[in-house]
């Protein structure tokens, strides 16, 4: 089992940068593909960052390329996702989630672990 607990969610302005972080329970999280969703009021949950367990292979929503990076810290048990430029748009629950290494990262229903979201609020 593993227990995902985001943080660092809040309200900022157009243009400011916000770090979130996922800290995880449960000694097999290193072996976990990582992911943040996010789901904005009146719409589906998206992809929106994933990363290999290892750190070393990372995908991106085409509309946060450049302006988004994720990482991740196995000794610590913790992923990131440090968000720059942030855009009205950019408003949404934010969730980490965690899955198995097989499969596609752009999937929602494949992963198997959730945290409870982060709201993140971009004012203009």
């Known amino acids: 089992q593993v227990q995902l607990v985001e943080s660092g969610g809040r309200l900022v302005q157009v243009g400011d940068s916000l770090r979130l972080s996922c800290e995880a329970s449960g000694r097999t999280f290193s072996s976990y593909a990582t992911a943040w969703f996010r789901q904005a009021p009146g719409k589906e949950r998206e992809f929106v960052s994933a990363i290999t367990w290892n750190g070393l292979r990372e995908w991106y929503k085409d509309s946060v390329k450049g302006r988004f990076s994720i990482s991740r810290d196995n000794a610590k048990n913790t992923v990131t996702l440090q968000m720059n430029s942030l855009k009205p748009d950019d408003t949404a629950v934010y969730y980490c989630?965690?899955?198995?290494?097989?499969?596609?990262?752009?999937?929602?229903?494949?992963?198997?672990?959730w945290g409870q979201g982060a709201q993140v609020t971009v004012s203009s």
């Open positions: 989630a965690a899955k198995g290494n097989s499969g596609s990262v752009y999937l929602l229903g494949g992963y198997s672990y």
